[in-house]
């Protein structure tokens, strides 16, 4: 069964960078694997982030990159502001058709 | 303004079957293949399946396959989630969310308990 990491929490001050990662059971995440980031706040829908790795939603802050590092797949944030506070999903697919899992998601506190 | 609006979520036996209903405006759902995704309130997320533009090809996460059947009405601008042999282990909050996903629905609650 294939699973997908995430760090469970991190914690960052206001104006510093962060940076999730997501990595998979079954070895390096590649663009093949279309890694999906997502942002949650409590009582609220997932609000989309990045697509295809790297690859900023209309609506999404400069603030918010992705990329792929080390085998995984990352999320960076940039000057990090306090409603940044929330958490965060990535989401891989595999196989064909697609298959997605998502990781357990990473609660990011700023303080 | 691309909207996604769930339905059909209620209380429901263990065994039973349910029916949600994903209603799309605002964009041509022809265009989109669509996801339903589940939550656990309070938990995380979890992908649940995915049908193609044309309904043609449908994929499903391994514990609900077999079990849940996900299909689309293009003309009526719906995506549905039929879901048998309900399980209390499939509570929470269903979403419906298009493409990437980009845009999501504020999702329709499901119960499973006797």
């Known amino acids: 069964q294939t699973v997908v990491t995430q760090e469970p929490s991190l914690t960052v001050s206001p104006g510093g960078t962060v940076t999730l990662t997501c990595a998979s059971s079954t070895g390096a995440v590649t663009n093949d694997h279309y890694p999906n980031w997502f942002q949650q706040k409590p009582g609220q829908a997932p609000w989309a982030l990045i697509y295809?790795?790297?690859r900023p939603h209309s609506w999404t802050p400069a603030r918010f990159s992705g990329s792929l590092l080390g085998g995984r797949a990352a999320l960076t944030l940039s000057d990090v502001q306090p409603d940044d506070e929330a958490d965060y999903y990535c989401?891989?697919?595999?196989?064909?058709?697609?298959?997605?899992?998502f990781g357990g998601g990473t609660k990011l506190t700023v303080l | 303004e691309v909207q996604l609006v769930e339905s059909g979520g209620t209380l429901v036996q263990p065994g039973g079957s349910l029916r949600l209903s994903c209603a799309a405006s605002g964009f041509t759902l022809s265009n989109f293949w669509m996801h339903w995704v589940r939550q656990i309130p309070g938990r995380g997320l979890f992908w649940l399946s995915r049908i193609s533009d044309d309904g043609n090809t449908r994929s499903y996460a391994d514990s609900v396959k077999g079990r849940f059947t996900i299909s689309r009405d293009n003309a009526k601008n719906m995506v549905f989630l039929e879901m048998n042999s309900l399980k209390a282990e499939d509570t929470g909050v269903y979403y419906c969310?298009?493409?990437?996903?980009?845009?999501w629905g504020h999702g329709t609650l499901v119960t499973v308990s006797s």
């Open positions: 989401l891989l697919y595999y196989g064909a058709p697609l298959v997605g899992i």
């Open positions: 969310a298009r493409d990437n996903p980009d845009y």
């Open positions: 295809s790795a790297s």
